[in-house]
């Protein structure tokens, strides 16, 4: 049986969640350099740079990677950031994310699939690039 978590972290740790989904990006970089891991997931599996991407912040996205961070990471639906922001069409967030590393081919579905998915061609042509 496990503990239950302390209220006090439970708190922080949803805070810093809302930062990267509202793209507040300086007060996000402050908690990941004073110790918060750029790589924290929430409870579903989603990462910070999930959310970053997923809600359109590149800049968040940016800062999260050069902190450490995976653009890679797949949640527990099998998705990755990329094929969120393909998802959601959020162009400046894809070009973040494959500076970054993302691979268009990663995840369930993946980016690739995703834009086929929605006839997206230039991505698939972006993605064919990398």
Do not use: C
Request: charged share 25%; aromatic share 4%; glycine share 10%.
């Amino acid at each position: 049986m496990s503990e239950a978590p302390d209220p006090e972290v439970v708190e922080l740790a949803t805070k810093i969640f809302d930062l990267a989904r509202q793209g507040q990006t300086e007060e996000l970089v402050a908690y990941v350099d004073a110790g918060v891991p750029a790589s924290l997931t929430n409870d579903r599996g989603d990462s910070l740079v999930m959310l970053a991407a997923y809600h359109g912040h590149a800049d968040a996205v940016r800062v999260l990677l050069a902190r450490g961070a995976e653009a890679n990471r797949i949640n527990d639906r099998g998705q990755t950031p990329l094929a969120g922001a393909v998802f959601k069409g959020e162009k400046e967030v894809i070009r973040a994310l494959l500076e970054g590393g993302a691979d268009p081919a990663a995840g369930t579905p993946s980016a690739v699939d995703t834009a086929r998915m929605f006839g997206k061609t230039e991505l698939l042509e972006l993605f064919g690039a990398h």
